[in-house]
């Protein structure tokens, strides 16, 4: 039998000792300009106590979820259980933080604006508040301005000009999108969002009114950095963000900095990994163990509570990863396009990292996470014992000379799921390319599990689906029911996929339609705790009402 791993922990039980207050003017709807009030942050963060306070929903990064997913039968869904709200363009997740009176409501950080959402008595989404925020290069626009903008791109013929100069106006969007992308929320119900070279906080212009309006609440700004190049620059774009154990915020940024801070945004610890890019977020595990895939090598770093650590004798490690030749040529020598993700609880014999190289057929690196066994021989072909597995991302296809998965590894047990996101035109993942996702000659097929076996100590292909596509969005596992949902392209058309975990077949497809609105934009997928199936899409958030109800 596997050894089962358990869910890790979403928030941590100590209370906050202290709060900064910080005077402040409220902006924003549902508040009157120019109100003074005064605004706590914590001394520590602890994650809220819901489905998803965080993005990839928890800290090891996993995308796994204590529920079951929808069992209807495959259908094309109708309208009656369609939920649509119209908003930004990409959005960096859907947090969900309970209010003490049981309220649920979902924080979504988008590039032109924060929101405040929650299920009516119909199931329905509704906006309960928002803070208008304004993009650097692209205009700010309204819900009917984009719903306009997918409607009249949806009217024109793919692998047209005119159709390919609607998409190409998005190009450069994607680096917009990473002043919202990351973001979780704490139990006291404040946001902290990653934007670019800072940290901002969001919180209720009335702490624990779900109607109030939203209110910046503080900033921590990257300092600029005197690199071992001996250039002073800013720190590029954050590209990542997290939290330990003991409550820090952890960002991570383009040119390779780790950045430890304090919650209550008042000081940070700054690292930079010499000679790495990275272009992932981090998982962290429950002692404080962080874990970064550079552009060349996987890094686990230590957290001691006042330094960010690199020593071995502290659990530090640094490990290489292979690198074709398509990693220049093809990806702009971004190296791996996975963020790392934990397998194996802390009460589990074997715990590992799993993430991808940059083969040119990427393989799937299986890494002991902490100290190798004694009796652990290092595997034939590899450079180091650290290695516990490593197989190609191939779907079953052994004469493939070319894949990549730019979405995270989804874990549960001890399997994780890899898609395929490399297009078959070879050309790089912007958001003009993925508005043309549904073009045939551009869809990636595959979908593939992988599975340690603790009794043997092998590392194996589970199973393999050539024929699902999951292009753009990381997969949700629900535990319950053991299965897993892929948001793909079936005959030219957006669909909602759901395999069996253990065997990959399919128990169901529902259709969803060719709009452009049904795109997930590389982002997560999630499940609420009802089974239904909810994700940002491009210009808005989708919920589909496919659970039980």
């Not at 596997?2 to 402040?24: C, E, K, N, Q």
């Not at 002991?368 to 779907?395: N, Y």
């Not at 050539?466 to 793909?488: E, F, I, Y």
Request: charge should be negative; include cysteine; glycine fraction near 8%.
């Amino acid at each position: 039998m596997t050894t089962a791993r358990m869910r890790p922990a979403r928030f941590f039980s100590d209370i906050f000792s202290g709060i900064i207050v910080l005077p402040l003017i409220i902006a924003g709807n549902g508040c009157n300009s120019g109100q003074r009030i005064e605004t706590k942050l914590p001394e520590r963060v602890a994650l809220a106590d819901s489905t998803c306070p965080i993005i990839h929903c928890d800290t090891w990064q996993t995308d796994a979820l204590p529920f079951g997913g929808p069992e209807a039968p495959s259908q094309q869904v109708p309208a009656s259980s369609l939920d649509h709200l119209w908003s930004s363009p990409i959005a960096g997740g859907i947090l969900d933080y309970r209010y003490e009176d049981g309220r649920t409501v979902f924080w979504v950080s988008q590039v032109d604006r924060i929101m405040k959402l929650e299920l009516d008595d119909d199931n329905n989404l509704v906006k309960l508040a928002e803070l208008p925020l304004q993009p650097k290069k692209f205009p700010r626009r309204s819900p009917e301005e984009m719903k306009a903008v997918v409607e009249k791109l949806d009217a024109t013929t793919l692998g047209t000009p005119d159709h390919d100069a609607l998409a190409d106006a998005w190009m450069d969007y994607q680096l917009e999108g990473l002043r919202a992308y990351y973001a979780l929320v704490n139990d006291q119900g404040i946001l902290y969002v990653g934007n670019r070279t800072s940290i901002v906080a969001y919180s209720d212009a009335e702490p624990g009114n779900p109607e109030s309006g939203i209110v910046k609440v503080g900033e921590f700004v990257f300092e600029k950095l005197k690199l071992q190049l001996g250039l002073t620059m800013p720190l590029a774009i954050q590209i990542g963000l997290n939290v330990t154990p003991d409550g820090h915020l952890v960002a991570v940024t383009i040119d390779g900095t780790l950045i430890v801070i304090r919650p209550d945004l008042s000081e940070g610890h700054y690292h930079n990994l010499k000679g790495e890019r990275i272009w992932n977020s981090i998982a962290i595990d429950d002692e404080a163990g962080i874990y970064v895939a550079g552009n060349k090598a996987i890094h686990k770093l230590i957290w001691t509570g006042s330094a960010i650590s690199t020593n071995e004798e502290a659990g530090a490690w640094s490990l290489p990863y292979a690198i074709g030749s398509l990693d220049a040529s093809l990806r702009a020598e971004r190296g791996t396009g996975t963020t790392p993700a934990l397998m194996g609880s802390e009460q589990s014999r074997d715990q590992f990292v799993v993430t991808a190289d940059a083969a040119n057929v990427n393989n799937l690196m299986l890494l002991w996470r902490d100290e190798i066994p004694e009796d652990w021989e290092q595997l034939p072909g590899t450079t180091s014992r650290r290695i516990a597995g490593s197989l190609p991302v191939d779907f079953g296809d052994a004469s493939l000379t070319n894949s990549y998965s730019e979405n995270s590894a989804t874990i549960f047990e001890y399997g994780a799921v890899l898609a395929n996101n490399q297009v078959k035109t070879n050309e790089a993942m912007r958001m003009p390319v993925q508005l043309k996702m549904r073009d045939p000659a551009r869809t990636p097929y595959g979908v593939q599990k992988f599975q340690w076996h603790a009794e043997s100590r092998k590392f194996e292909v589970a199973w393999t689906r050539a024929d699902v596509s999951s292009p753009n969005s990381t997969p949700v596992v629900a535990m319950k029911n053991r299965q897993l949902h892929v948001v793909g392209i079936k005959h030219e058309q957006w669909a909602m996929e759901v395999l069996d975990w253990d065997t990959g077949k399919t128990k169901a497809v529902y259709g969803l339609g060719s709009s452009e609105r049904f795109n997930p934009i590389m982002l997560a997928l999630q499940l609420l705790p009802n089974g239904d199936p909810i994700y940002a899409s491009f210009g808005g958030i989708i919920h589909l009402k496919l659970g039980r109800q």
